[in-house]
C-alpha cells in the first residue's frame, strides 16, 4: 500500500512509519519539525515538510495519493493544552479537518487515527480496565481534541464514505521518546537514572498506568490497515503499572544505587487509568505480549545506543 505517516518524524509516528516500511509498504512523512526530529525520518520514506494546518497538505496528499492515512501529527502537550486552548484546537482540530478535507478530495480510502486511552476515560473503576464504552469526560482541552476528531471521523465516513479506524492508546512508551520534551514518565527516568541522577515520585507513587511499548503499537497500526473499520480500539496491556514498580524495575535493569525523590501529588492527575483490549483482540487479532520489564529493557538498550 501507499501509506501517508502524519506526525512520521516524532516518536510514535516514526516508529510506524518504520513497521510499515520494513513491511514492504511505501510511506510518505508529512512533518512540520515542530517536536519531531529530522533523524528520526526513516530514509526510504518520501518527506513533506507540511504543516497540516497548511493549504499545501492538499497538494501533498494529491502528489503522493496515498491509499491510507495514520495521522498522529497533533498538539501533544497536555499543559500546553490548558494555558493555550485555541491553538491547541488550531493544530488537532482544524488542522485535522484540512487532512480529512483533502483525504475527501484526494479519494484517500482510509484514516488511521492515534488517540488517547488515558486522557480520555478519566478515573477507571478498582477492577478491570476502561472498555471503549466506559464513561468519557475528559477535563483537558488535549483530550477533547481527540474526542472530537473521533466523532469528525464518523461524520466524514458517513457523509463521504471515507473508511476509518480509532486507535485509543494507553501510555505508550520506548525508544525515540523525549526524556527532555513533553515526555511520559518512563523517557523521564530513563534520562535521569542513566546519568545516575534520583528521579522524582509526584504523590506516592502507586498510581497506576496502563504502559504500552510503542513497537506494539506499531503492530496495531500494521492490522488496522485491512482490519477494524469502522472501530474505535483501545490499544494498551489491560494491566496496570505503578510508578513505584517503574522505578523499581529500572532500578534492577540499571543496578542504580539510588533512591527516588517524592514531592507533593500535582493537581489533577488521575490515580488509575488502565485499559480493557479485549476489542483489540477481537477485531484486530492484536494483543499486547511485551511485558513491562523486557519493554523497559528495550527502551534503556535505545538510550544506551
Not at 160 to 172: E, W
Amino acid at each position: 500500500m501507499k501509506i501517508l505517516v502524519t506526525g512520521g518524524a516524532g516518536f510514535i509516528g516514526s516508529n510506524i512509519a518504520d513497521a510499515f516500511i520494513a513491511a514492504g509498504h511505501q510511506v510518505a512523512i508529512v512533518d512540520n519539525l515542530t517536536t519531531g526530529k529530522k533523524e528520526n525520518l526513516n530514509p526510504k520514506a518520501e518527506f513533506f515538510p507540511v504543516d497540516i494546518r497548511d493549504a499545501r497538505l492538499a497538494e501533498a496528499i494529491n502528489d503522493f495519493a496515498p491509499d491510507v492515512i495514520a495521522h498522529l501529527a497533533a498538539q501533544i502537550d497536555v499543559r500546553k493544552s490548558v494555558s493555550d486552548p485555541v491553538f491547541n484546537a488550531e493544530v488537532n482540530e482544524l488542522g485535522t479537518l484540512n487532512l480529512l478535507n483533502a483525504a475527501v478530495q484526494s479519494k484517500v480510502g482510509k484514516i488511521i487515527f492515534s488517540s488517547t486511552g488515558g486522557a480520555l476515560y478519566g478515573e477507571v473503576p478498582e477492577k478491570g480496565g476502561a472498555a471503549e464504552d466506559h464513561a468519557q469526560e475528559p477535563i483537558s482541552p488535549y483530550a477533547i481534541t481527540k474526542r472530537s476528531v473521533e466523532m469528525y471521523l464518523y461524520a466524514y465516513w458517513k457523509l463521504y464514505g471515507l473508511k476509518f479506524t480509532v486507535l485509543r492508546y494507553g501510555n505508550v512508551y520506548g525508544p525515540r521518546q523525549d526524556p527532555l520534551g513533553e515526555a511520559g514518565v518512563i523517557a523521564i527516568f530513563c534520562g535521569k537514572m542513566l546519568k545516575g541522577e534520583a528521579p522524582t515520585i509526584y504523590g506516592d507513587g502507586r498510581q497506576l498506568r496502563d504502559y504500552v511499548y510503542v513497537g506494539e503499537v506499531a503492530g496495531a497500526n500494521l492490522l488496522a490497515l485491512q482490519k477494524g473499520d469502522g472501530e474505535i480500539i483501545n490499544i494498551g496491556t489491560g494491566a496496570g503499572t505503578s510508578v513505584n514498580q517503574l522505578f523499581s524495575t529500572l532500578k534492577e535493569l540499571l543496578a542504580f544505587k539510588g533512591s527516588a525523590t517524592y514531592a507533593p501529588p500535582r493537581a489533577g492527575e488521575l490515580f488509575r487509568s488502565v485499559l480493557d483490549c479485549r476489542r483489540a483482540k477481537k477485531v484486530l487479532g492484536w494483543q499486547a505480549k511485551i511485558g513491562i520489564k523486557d519493554g523497559l529493557q528495550k527502551t534503556l538498550d535505545w538510550y544506551r545506543a
